[in-house]
């Protein structure tokens, strides 16, 4: 078997960092001195891509340039910030934090792993990665792209998802990220090898500045790493949603309770059904929704499928003009709104309401 070289820290780290510095993207929140700057793109980036974060950075730096403006943010004006970025926790979190940090910490996140995992919605890899970028802590950051890389580098076949597994990267790149003078750039240099070069699929060997270390590729066996345990189908969840319009335009809408997923977005009223929903189930969601008022006739619209972490949502949108006089009483929490675009609305009812 032909054998690899040793990716001893010294020549592994070497030519990392030099390949990062040569092909590094640009983006709006590297180089940014601010770790406040750092802090929000790390959690925007928590579970979307490089791509989709840039404009809702930008955005969101402009509506709360720091964390002053963000710890005295309104629901309605964070979530409207927010919207469409999905993963509504992170947004809520990230305020929470912004208050402590005003309180507490003067307005600057705290420079060590452990004080930052201690603010709502942080914890290891993006501890590390703020320590690391903005203070120069050397604590490796794992990550999906840093799994990919290390786990193909050595050809480890761990489940990463487990803890025990995910610790063992962190042990070997801990001596790494140490000899360096720079640990942002190393785990950036890590994430953004795995990001544009150590893909998961068809990986781009050739232009791997890792390439001589790599077991992966001496076998090849890249795309065999990491290993990936068998996925359960997801469940879907059935729902039908009404696009009822008055005769001024105004759109009849709810908001969230507190305890529901996505508390305080504004959504179409819905009810959940147990098939793919049908006029006569729309009937009925509308009927029990809006007691005492007279039918409505509903036309049947596109479905809409929205995926979330553990579970699928396939919503049957169905439309209908409504004299809103002769409605009645809303439910608590339900509103006719003329001009749906100063809400923060559900990524389902803005599909819907583009449709
Ligand atoms: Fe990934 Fe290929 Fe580089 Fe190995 S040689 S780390 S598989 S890109």
Redesign the pocket.
């Known amino acids: 078997m032909q054998k690899i070289r040793d990716p001893s820290r010294h020549s592994l780290t070497k030519k990392l960092l030099a390949w990062y510095h040569a092909n590094k993207r640009e983006m709006p929140w590297r180089g940014h001195p601010d770790p406040y700057a750092v802090w929000v793109s790390e959690i925007m980036l928590q579970q979307t891509q490089v791509n989709t974060v840039r404009p809702y950075f930008a955005r969101f730096m402009a509506r709360f340039p720091d964390v002053a403006s963000l710890a005295a943010a309104t629901d309605d004006s964070l979530l409207k910030a927010w919207e469409g970025l999905g993963y509504y926790t992170r947004a809520h979190n990230l305020r929470k934090a912004a208050k402590i940090v005003a309180d507490k910490h003067n307005g600057v996140p705290p420079s060590e792993p452990a004080e930052l995992e201690k603010l709502p919605g942080i914890g290891a890899y993006t501890s590390a990665a703020i320590a690391s970028i903005c203070f120069g802590v050397p604590a490796p950051v794992v990550d999906g792209n840093v799994i990919?890389?290390?786990s193909?580098?050595l050809a480890w076949p761990d489940d990463f998802k487990k803890p025990a597994a995910a610790a063992k990267i962190r042990d070997w790149l801990a001596p790494r990220i140490r000899s360096v003078e720079s640990p942002g750039d190393f785990n950036q240099a890590m994430m953004e090898?795995?990001a544009l070069?150590?893909?998961p699929k068809n990986?781009?060997?050739g232009?791997?500045?890792?390439?001589p270390?790599?077991?992966?590729?001496r076998d090849g066996t890249?795309e065999e790493?990491p290993t990936r345990p068998l996925k359960k189908e997801m469940p879907v969840r059935h729902f039908a949603a009404l696009l009822l319009r008055d005769s001024e335009g105004r759109v009849l809408l709810a908001q969230r309770a507190a305890e529901r997923l996505l508390p305080g977005l504004w959504e179409l009223p819905c009810g959940e059904t147990s098939r793919p929903a049908t006029r006569a189930d729309a009937q009925r969601v509308c009927a029990s929704l809006l007691k005492n008022s007279p039918p409505f006739v509903l036309k049947r619209g596109r479905p809409v499928t929205h995926v979330f972490s553990h579970f699928k949502q396939s919503t049957r949108i169905f439309v209908g003009s409504v004299d809103s006089a002769r409605v009645g009483e809303l439910p608590p929490f339900f509103a006719w709104v003329p001009d749906v675009s100063m809400l923060p609305l559900t990524t389902a009812t803005r599909r819907a309401l583009a449709q």
């Open positions: 990919r890389v290390v193909r580098l090898l795995g070069v150590c893909s990986p781009a060997c232009t791997c500045p890792l390439l270390h790599c077991a992966a590729f890249q790493f």
